[in-house]
């Protein structure tokens, strides 16, 4: 673990190749906004990349999105927390393509607009997927299916058993408006992030962090 450019200690980070968003500014300009709305996101630093001598481009210095004090600040899960409040969190999961690998669930609500037989796929980011035992799989795919089957269901506006037992509400509004704003064609089915903490430190589903921009803010033509 080290500081890196004014960025708090910590072993891992991403280079984003910024290639489709020939502004480079697109992930750095949606984290900014995410991180003034109050919520976490990744802290960024544009630089240049030199390898072997040989310069390679204008990269995204990137916080890897990951349990630490400093990112998602959620509790650490260890194996042998399988029960009552220790089980509860703290987890990562990302949605994304599901490639057919048993890395994580499938929702057993299909996109509202499925074209192309897509599913909504959450993946095991925290615990890692060798790290997670049957106990956790089976308590937060538990969690996000009764999350969207009160979402789903008639009573979704009540307080007590409609979505909002499940969720932190201003996170989902946050991202919704992020994801409206930037005009983001991955939102809400790829490259997105949820995580939960214990319930003893809250335990709702939080959306994000802010993730893959590159394609947002007009630029490209397509889930309009």
Known sequence: DAPLLGMPSESDWILLANYFDKSLMNNSLTFQLARAMGEYAPRTRDVEVVLNGEYMGVYTLVEKIKRNASRVDIAKLNPWEVSGDDVTG????????????????VSQYPPAINTDGQVTYFEYRYPKTEDIVPEQRAYIQAYVDSFETALAGPDFMDTTIGYRAYVDVRSFVDMFLINELSRNVDGYRLSSYLYKDKYSNGGKLHDGPAWDYDLAWGNASYCG
């Open 90 to 105: 703290g987890y990562i999961l990302r949605v994304d393509w599901f490639n057919g690998n048993a890395y994580g669930f």
